[in-house]
């Protein structure tokens, strides 16, 4: 499965790791076919780590799971923080999974085995995420200029346009 991300500074095409960790991508799934991402900002912006969005109240304290509250993390040793455009949840800590995710800049290895790799950015790694990366922020890294997700578009086929 793959969706798109209709972001204020383009899209980000996401292949969604269904078979691997099918729990988080369950969540990911019913959140964006129930529209709970649209038009909710990228609250944390991070040049040459991380651009993290997700929570509807837009300032990364909320966000729950489609069953409502948290869920358990589905770290797999084989899904690693190792490259740009690596999609993974934001946590407080383990087992507490909400709606709130992340889109790596960079490699992060010191997040393996902490938060649960979902997805990859298929398209839209050399175009959007530079312009989300060059965004400037306040010492909070919370964007000056705010952007977020418009909308997105749901794919059967992670390859199909």
Request: glycine letters at 12%; hydrophobic letters at 35%; charged letters at 20%.
């Amino acid at each position: 499965m793959s969706v798109t991300l209709h972001t204020d500074l383009g899209d980000l095409k996401i292949e969604v790791f269904c078979e691997s960790v099918p729990k988080t991508a369950e969540n990911f799934l019913a959140l964006c076919a129930s529209s709970r991402y649209d038009s909710t900002p990228f609250h944390r912006n991070v040049a040459g780590f991380m651009v993290q969005g997700g929570d509807p109240t837009g300032k990364g304290k909320g966000g729950e799971s489609i069953w409502g509250g948290t869920f358990e993390d589905e770290v797999r040793p084989a899904l690693r923080h190792n490259a740009r455009g690596i999609v993974s949840m934001a946590n407080r800590g383990a087992g507490t999974n909400g709606s709130q995710f992340f889109v790596t800049y960079a490699a992060t290895p010191h997040l393996d085995g902490k938060n649960t790799v979902f997805g990859r950015v298929l398209e839209g790694s050399d175009t959007t995420l530079d312009a989300m990366e060059a965004v400037e922020v306040d010492k909070k890294h919370r964007p000056i200029q705010a952007f977020g997700i418009k909308s997105v578009t749901i794919h059967a086929n992670p390859l199909a346009g």
